[in-house]
């Protein structure tokens, strides 16, 4: 899952990013208004963070933007103590949740979960297959109830098969939700990291589709 962080203050932003990379997510940043405009029409997120106050172009015109332009990524907007019209002019221009600052990281990280749960349709932190259970809380899975030893990458590409799970998912749009923008994007490896998940799972489990891509049961 690939989440755009949308936030001017350095520290915060460079929190969100360590925070939300420990989480199990891949992130973009963006720290004014006009990158995450371009950065939001034109990659593949699963969901933003969006803070209201920014340079160049302010939170809820990026976001009135995007949903004029179609995007309908999930998204939670940060606003500043007691501005309680923010709030309410954010989720008016398609604002999905939002968060007053200062804020506990426990707390945006399981709105965010709730978000990408609710776009995908899902209702538990658990996301299940057979036997393999994986959890988007602790970032962990398991399978038959033996903790399963996965690398970033890996990780990356079996949540987001469970995330999409009975759908074919295709190496482009893997490689667009485990990658960042500014990584060297091969969807060559995709192929890898599934070969090295299947060493690690039920051999039958991740289905090839023959030409269109992957398919978890
Ligand atoms: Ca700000």
């Given amino acids: 899952m690939r989440i755009l962080i949308v936030e001017d203050e350095p520290t915060l932003r460079q929190q969100l990013q360590r925070s939300l990379a420990?989480?199990?997510?891949?992130?973009?940043?963006?720290?004014?208004?006009?990158?995450?405009?371009?950065?939001?029409?034109?990659?593949?997120?699963?969901?933003?963070?969006?803070?209201?106050?920014?340079?160049?172009?302010?939170?809820?015109?990026?976001?009135r933007q995007w949903r004029a332009a179609g995007r309908n990524l999930p998204v939670l907007i940060l606003t500043a103590r007691g501005e309680w019209h923010e709030r309410v002019a954010?989720?008016?221009?398609?604002?999905?949740?939002?968060?007053?600052?200062?804020?506990?990281?426990?707390?945006?990280?399981?709105?965010?979960?709730?978000?990408?749960?609710?776009?995908?349709?899902?209702?538990?932190?658990?996301?299940?297959?057979?036997?393999l259970v994986l959890d988007t809380r602790s970032a962990r899975a398991h399978l038959d109830g033996q903790?399963?030893?996965?690398?970033?990458?890996?990780?990356?590409?079996l949540a987001y098969l469970l995330h999409r799970r009975g759908e074919v998912v295709s190496r482009a749009e893997l490689s667009e939700h485990i990658y960042s923008y500014d990584s060297d994007r091969d969807s060559n490896t995709i192929e890898v990291f599934v070969a090295r998940l299947r060493k690690k799972l039920p051999p039958e489990m991740i289905e090839t589709v023959r030409g269109l891509g992957y398919r978890l049961p």
Avoid: W
Wanted: hydrophobic fraction near 45%; charge should be negative.
């Fill in 22 to 63: 420990a989480a199990g997510y891949v992130t973009d940043a963006a720290d004014n208004g006009r990158d995450a405009l371009h950065l939001g029409q034109e990659e593949a997120f699963d969901a933003a963070v969006l803070d209201l106050g920014l340079p160049l172009l302010d939170g809820l015109s990026v976001l």
């Fill in 90 to 131: 954010g989720i008016d221009a398609g604002a999905d949740d939002y968060l007053p600052k200062p804020f506990h990281m426990e707390e945006l990280l399981a709105r965010l979960r709730a978000l990408i749960r609710r776009a995908g349709g899902q209702a538990a932190n658990e996301l299940v297959c057979g036997p």
């Fill in 147 to 157: 903790p399963l030893t996965l690398t970033s990458h890996e990780f990356r590409v």
